[in-house]
């Protein structure tokens, strides 16, 4: 018997690095436990749990298409690298919680081999006793025995010399360093005539009880000083010789009971993934640390950011975005500022911003520009997302005033790659504003610029591309507040149904009075509160030990939005739509406050 | 994977066997139920008789079905009058078998976020992907789950159906293994049309998936409906069949549910209050 | 117009109308219920096919039955690139017609455990999986040195042929007969390519790849 628990400790190779051909999925196995290993287009090689955990199915059979994987039952997408949710097409609205994350296994490429494991520890499996300045891996042949049945027949196929006199192979000596690796070596170079001699490494792939494959790879020939013909014939040669094995093993063991199956243990999903979400689930809080990976200008005024997690562990990988997203960062002078995140679908290991110097900065801009140097460490939230991109409209419209393209980047990025129609309006004071350009022009959806209009030629504009409503179309919009207006103002004369128009704001521009008081009933801690005047409740909720999940602090991002379960709340945000502030449900509690004397909120 | 089953639950269901109109009269016919070998036999007057060796089983003929049980028969086969209204057409779409348990393929039955993925262009399609919410309840006195203002986009909702509509369904599970959905018929709306699924767990992680139609519609032929059936019930079978683990885990931590499956969280609920096991990972107490 | 005699849930019938569509050629489809009606053993049918068996395809005056048979007149009646059955190449027709060959026997068996679990027919399902994963042995390690020289089809083409079309439909609906295809990663990958010609149609039980690189 093999040693099962040992063997979960160790890697294994899983695949040939060749068999990770771009947008396919291979479906691999060690000791029971099925993998989909894909390589994404940036080349990363990823190894998940085989099975979707929405309702357990082989992902295998889902599609790689390039940055993410999708379910093929429901559609669910799973970024490239983190293997988090991104999208759940039965809900567009909701941006799936980070914590909806497959099971990921390492996985490490070397000797044109992949090697995973269930949990391996240590460095890779180094060959020591041969040549790996070149590599060349043999086809790969599954056997229906166990990795021990077939150490000897194995070895013995390479040793025993034929009776036959023209048996001119090379003599091997062979080595098992452990129980899944055999080194052949050439004992005698001298008998091979023309044909390339190689020392070869065989490691036994532990697949399943009663299955072995049997990954094996010439070392040191040079393919590029070697012709073509003859390594095929080589390889064609080992390939027959390994098959005649397994033929013989196989039928040598045909009577015997086939061994069960290695049941693996699949872990249980946490907690929170059992449950069913809330309709917002804003995530946690616990900061992260990025480092500032690169710095590049994109116009006199605007910097890109590239912020990268602090080492290359699988464990520091960043959280999974979706378009809209933004971040929270901590910037060097104190100031906490929200940017959003311009990442394409999949792009997971690193988080991209692109932030205009503002004139009439207050601290946070200007301490990005002048103070931000490459390498320095910062923290930043987990991703947040109130401005959740909907992917089941018949067609998308986007529209950015100035830096506002941000968000509507990521977005019309994300609509590019699954090819749903879309465009994207960017309006501009001047050309120098236009950013990312070729990159827009060469994606699938309209691109149409609007530079240097006046505002009542904006609002001409706004109103013919508004002109015509459809409840199967939505607007996605973002910019400085006047244009903001303009264009809600228009959709909303133009008869667009409400639920079919987003945005999102820069910042607040109202001014907020905070010169009421009231009291607070928090229903589910059993708390009463008061909040004076001068005081926002976010904070009075806060000073009284009740964590809520905040960002901007100015009623404009969304994220400590409260639910109201009795009270008339004060609105003072630009977060909430007019009827969703009608409906009195809920409130931003950064800066709204009570009309009623009390407020009972679902806290 | 024939082990006997020693689940009480299952032991005392009713479970179906065949199409009465498949069965070719006066000849002894076999099928496995619940890991058993049964034969079944139906004579001149339509009458099935079915045995375990030579032991005669119970047996209730009802919706185009032969059924019976291998132990005592806990209470009647559930009701369906829609299939008794005169001016139905009642059709046996067809009997497939399928490498899955019979809690997972009820589950798949009663989902609707996989249409648009899995039936694409008839029952579904992109980018109409939204799930809207919709009632569940477990009804105590009927001991079965009713899921009500199921509303779905379908490009082709049935056999009769031309061009894209907001479908109206209603998911009746009225046993186990067994479930059956109502939704607006394209040819009469003020009618509802009928399409059940009657699962004969062959082992724990195999299945005849038995399906009748009961619909008013003038128009398609009987091998229309059926073809429909087929095309729908083979697209649903590469999914089912890639599912692991086959059966279903009702652990509440095994999979993650979203709101779109209120109704197979309290499918699964249901089953662990049962204390079903045939085709379930039970939970851990 | 030509008719095809076509059951949706046969891999015989997939076979010509993926042919059917990858050549753009506009043809009517007359549904004969194999399962469970059996329509195909019926004196009707009997009468234009007294084999029994589907797929079957008029064209005018001449009909024909046996899939494999029916794909090479449709590539070599219309297809104008000459490419899905290469006539003009005595060698290259010759390995087609080897894999079509081998098609056939992925269909006894592959097809045949599908048969019988699916569809309850009387053979020995164990018996023809033995077989499928004898015959999927050969067709990975084939496919896997054809990779090796820059050849993505079946046969020696450089574009697909009528072997590709052939060989594929049992082999995707595989795993319905208890055949996994875990073991045969060149024919994974293969079927993706197949599933990425212009004009490829899915059936229920074979689902559309992604899009490629």
């Known amino acids: 018997m093999i040693d099962l628990e040992a063997a979960r400790y160790l890697w294994h190779p899983i695949a040939a690095s060749s068999d990770l051909v771009p947008r396919h999925v291979f479906h691999a196995q060690i000791l029971g436990r099925e993998l989909a290993l894909w390589r994404a287009d940036d080349d990363n090689v990823n190894a998940w749990e085989n099975r979707c955990l929405h309702r357990g199915v082989r992902l295998s059979i889902g599609i790689n298409d390039g940055t993410e994987l999708l379910c093929q039952y429901h559609g669910w997408r799973y970024a490239n690298r983190t293997a988090g949710c991104t999208y759940i097409p039965a809900h567009p609205a909701d941006a799936p919680a980070r914590t909806i994350c497959n099971n990921t296994y390492p996985a490490m490429e070397q000797y044109g081999l992949v090697w995973s494991g269930e949990s391996p520890e240590g460095p890779l499996p180094v060959l020591s006793t041969v040549d790996t300045s070149f590599f060349t891996p043999l086809r790969a042949v599954t056997v229906n025995a166990t990795s021990q049945d077939l150490l000897l027949p194995l070895i013995q196929g390479y040793t025993t010399r034929l009776p036959a006199s023209d048996d001119n192979r090379p003599r091997y000596g062979a080595d098992t360093p452990d129980a899944f690796t055999i080194i052949l070596r050439v004992a005698d170079r001298s008998q091979t005539g023309s044909t390339p001699v190689a020392d070869i490494a065989f490691f036994l792939q532990p697949v399943d009880a009663g299955r072995t494959t049997i990954r094996g790879i010439l070392c040191g020939i040079d393919e590029h000083n070697t012709d073509a013909q003859t390594l095929n014939d080589l390889l064609r040669f080992h390939n027959r010789l390994l098959c005649t094995i397994r033929d013989r093993l196989e039928s040598t063991l045909a009577d015997a009971p086939s061994p069960a199956p290695w049941i693996p243990i699949i872990a249980a999903v946490s907690e929170n993934q059992a449950s069913l979400p809330a309709m917002s689930d804003t995530g946690n809080s616990t900061p992260l640390r990025i480092r500032v990976a690169s710095i590049d200008s994109l116009s006199p005024t605007v910097r890109h950011f590239r912020f990268e997690p602090l080492d290359d562990l699988p464990e520091s990988q960043l959280p999974t975005a979706q378009p809209g997203a933004h971040i929270d960062v901590q910037l060097p002078n104190g100031l906490v500022r929200q940017y959003s995140l311009i990442n394409g679908p999949g792009e997971t290991d690193h988080y991209a911003i692109a932030v205009k110097r503002e004139a009439a900065s207050r601290g946070g801009s200007q ?30 419209h986007l529209i950015a005033g100035g830096i506002g393209l941000t968000p509507l980047l990521a977005m019309a990025r994300a609509l590019h790659h699954m090819g749903r129609p879309y465009t994207l309006h960017h309006f501009a004071a001047q050309d120098t504003e236009l950013l990312f350009q070729s990159e827009l022009q060469a994606m699938s959806g309209e691109y149409l610029c609007h530079v240097g209009l006046t505002p009542s030629q904006t609002a001409a504009t706004m109103a013919e591309l508004l002109a015509t409503p459809d409840a199967h179309q939505h607007l996605y919009l973002c910019g400085p507040a006047p244009m903001l207006q303009c264009a809600r103002d228009t959709a909303a004369a133009c008869q667009w149904p409400e639920h079919t128009v987003h945005f999102e704001y820069f910042s607040n521009p109202e001014a907020r009075d905070d010169s009421s008081a009231f009291e607070v009933d928090l229903a589910r801690s059993g708390l009463s509160l008061n909040v004076p005047a001068g005081q926002s409740l976010l904070s009075v909720l806060r000073e009284n030990g009740v964590t809520l999940p905040s960002s901007c602090e100015q009623g404009a991002c969304g994220t400590c939005r409260v639910t109201v379960l009795d009270g008339t709340p004060d609105h003072q945000d630009v977060y909430l739509s007019e009827s969703e502030k009608a409906r009195g449900d809920c409130l931003m509690s950064c800066v709204s406050r009570a009309r009623s004397q009390k407020l009972t909120l679902d806290l | 994977m024939s082990t006997p089953c020693s689940d009480p639950v299952a032991l005392g269901l009713w479970h179906p066997l065949a199409a009465i109109e498949d069965i070719p009269p006066s000849s002894d016919q076999h099928t496995r139920l619940l890991g058993q070998a049964l034969r079944y036999r139906k004579d001149a007057g339509n009458q099935v008789a079915v045995f375990d060796g030579d032991r005669p089983l119970p047996v209730t003929q009802a919706y185009g079905y032969v059924w019976t049980c ?186 993650t549910p979203i709101r779109a499956d209120k109704v197979a969280i309290v499918y699964r609920r249901w089953l662990r209050a049962k204390g079903l096991q045939y085709g379930v990972i039970p939970a851990a107490a | 117009m030509i008719t095809l005699y076509d059951y949706e849930l046969s891999g015989n019938c997939y076979k010509i109308r993926l042919l059917l569509s990858m050549l753009g050629i506009r043809h009517e489809k007359h549904a004969i219920e194999f399962y469970p009606a059996a329509e195909h053993r019926k004196e009707a049918f009997l009468a234009i096919n007294p084999l029994g068996e589907l797929p079957v395809l008029q064209d005018g005056e001449l009909t024909l039955r046996d899939s494999q048979a029916i794909l090479v007149y449709l590539a070599s009646e219309y297809d104008t690139s000459g490419n899905w059955y290469p006539l003009q190449d005595p060698r290259t027709l010759a390995t087609v017609t080897q894999w079509l060959c081998f098609a056939n026997a992925i269909t006894a068996s592959a097809g045949g455990a599908r048969l019988a679990d699916g569809f309850f027919h009387p053979l020995d399902a164990d018996a023809c999986r033995s077989e499928a994963h004898r015959l999927f042995r050969v067709l990975d390690e084939h496919l896997w040195f054809q990779e090796r020289e820059r050849q993505d089809w079946v046969a020696t083409t450089a574009s697909p042929s009528i072997a590709d079309i052939a060989c594929f439909p049992y082999i995707m609906l595989s795993e319905e007969g208890g055949i996994s295809r875990i073991d045969y990663p060149a024919i994974r990958r293969w079927t993706d390519r197949v599933k990425r010609i212009p004009g490829f149609i899915p059936m229920p039980g074979v689902f559309p790849a992604g899009p490629g690189l």
Do not use: W
Not at chain 2, 90 to 110: D, H, I, K, M, Q
Not at chain 2, 142 to 168: H, N, R, V, W
Not at chain 2, 172 to 194: A, G
């Open chain 1, 367 to 396: 301490a990005l520009h002048e103070q931000l140097r490459v390498g320095d460490l910062l923290a930043s939230s987990v991703p947040r997302n109130n401005f959740t991109l909907r992917r089941d409209a018949e067609h998308t």
């Open chain 2, 70 to 255: 291998l132990g005592t028969p806990a209470r009647p086969l559930f009701d369906l009058p829609e299939y008794a209204e005169p001016d139905r057409r009642n059709v046996c779409a067809a009997t497939v078998g399928v490498r899955v348990s019979a809690p997972r393929a009820v589950e798949n039955f009663l989902d609707m976020g996989h249409f648009p993925f899995v039936h694409t262009g008839i029952l579904g399609v992109e980018p109409h992907t939204e799930v809207r919410e919709y009632q569940v309840e477990l009804n105590e006195d009927k001991d079965e789950i009713l899921a009500t203002e199921c509303i779905f986009y379908q490009p082709q909702a049935a056999a009769g159906a031309s061009g894209g509509i907001m479908a109206d369904y209603i998911y009746r599970v009225p046993h186990p293994y067994c479930s059956v959905l109502y939704k607006s018929c394209p040819t009469d709306e003020s009618r509802l049309d009928v399409i059940a699924l009657f699962l004969q767990p062959v082992d724990e992680e195999t299945v005849r998936a038995h399906a009748l139609v009961s619909v008013i519609d003038t128009q398609s032929s009987d091998l229309d409906i059926r073809l429909f059936q087929q095309t729908i019930f083979s697209q649903d079978k590469p999914i089912l069949e890639n599912q692991l683990p086959k059966r279903l885990p009702l652990d509440p931590r095994a999979e």
